[in-house]
Nanobody, 127 residues
Framework: QMRLVQYGGGSVQPGDSLILSCSASGDTFSDYTMGWFRQAPGKDREFVGAISATVGGDISLTRSLEGRASISRDNTAHTLTLQMKTLRPEDTTVYYC???????????????????WGQGAQVVVSS
C-alpha cells in the first residue's frame, strides 16, 4: 500500500501562485502513475493532471489549467508536485494527490484507476 501525505494549500488572491506537494512511502514510487484531482462539495472528483511512472513519459493536464500549471515528480525523493499560477476563484476546492498502477503509455484521467490517496489540501482563491 502506498501512503501519500500532502503539503501546501492555503488562501491566495486571484492571479497568485501556489505549489502543492505529495510525499509517498510504503511501496515502489517509480512503479506508479501519480495524479492530482480536485473535488468541491456536492461535485464529482475532477481530474487535474497526471504524470507517468516512466521518466520522460506521458504528462497530462486538464484544459482549464493548461498554461497555468505544471506537474512533476522526483523518483529519488518519492515526491509529486503541482505548481499553479494565475489562480482564479474557480480553482477554489480541495486538491488530492493519488497513486495508481501504471497501465499503459497514457496516464489515466479516471479517479477509479487510482488506488491510494492523500488527505487533501484546501485551496481558496479570493479577494
Amino acid at each position: 500500500q502506498m501512503r501519500l501525505v500532502q503539503y501546501g494549500g492555503g488562501s491566495v488572491q486571484p492571479g497568485d501562485s501556489l505549489i502543492l506537494s505529495c510525499s509517498a512511502s510504503g511501496d515502489t514510487f517509480s512503479d506508479y502513475t501519480m495524479g492530482w484531482f480536485r473535488q468541491a462539495p456536492g461535485k464529482d472528483r475532477e481530474f487535474v493532471g497526471a504524470i507517468s511512472a516512466t521518466v520522460g513519459g506521458d504528462i497530462s493536464l486538464t484544459r482549464s489549467l493548461e498554461g497555468r500549471a505544471s506537474i512533476s515528480r522526483d523518483n529519488t525523493a518519492h515526491t509529486l508536485t503541482l505548481q499553479m499560477k494565475t489562480l482564479r476563484p474557480e480553482d477554489t476546492t480541495v486538491y488530492y494527490c493519488a497513486a495508481g498502477p501504471e497501465r499503459g503509455t497514457t496516464v489515466s484521467r479516471n479517479s477509479n484507476d487510482y488506488t491510494s490517496w492523500g488527505q487533501g489540501a484546501q485551496v481558496v482563491v479570493s479577494s
